[in-house]
């Protein structure tokens, strides 16, 4: 299977927005749960965030919890991570992956796209 492929990442302002979309091809995410990671360096990597197959039942760290918002378009095969009031501790990898199991939350992923920059300036 083809590996999703993430896009929208970059530099912005602490207090900015970004929007990160993550395609993926063919059925890869058809019936199962995704959902979004990310990796700064010298940690491990970290949820963020998950929604469901249907796009119905989402999931935060509470971290950016009512900051950011997952949304799913299953027509076009893409997620999306809206990240509003930026803050310098959101600058990670950020990552999109699928749940092996589940429809309704990523607690075991499988599929992971190869990431995408989100650097926070002061």
């Known amino acids: 299977q083809v590996q999703p492929v993430e896009s929208g990442g970059g530099l912005v302002q602490a207090g900015g927005s970004l929007r990160l979309s993550c395609a993926a091809s063919g059925h890869v995410f058809d019936s199962y749960a995704v959902g979004w990671f990310r990796q700064s360096p010298g940690k491990e990597r970290e949820f963020v965030a998950s929604?469901?197959?249907?796009?119905?039942?989402?999931y935060y760290a509470d971290s950016v919890k009512d900051r950011f918002a997952i949304s799913r378009d299953n027509a076009k095969t893409t997620i999306y991570l809206q990240m509003n009031s930026l803050k310098s501790n959101d600058a990670a990898v950020y990552y999109c992956a699928r749940d092996r199991f589940s429809g309704v939350v990523v607690r075991t992923p499988d599929v992971w796209g190869q990431g995408t920059q989100v650097t926070v300036s002061a």
């Open positions: 929604v469901s197959w249907d796009g119905v039942n989402t």
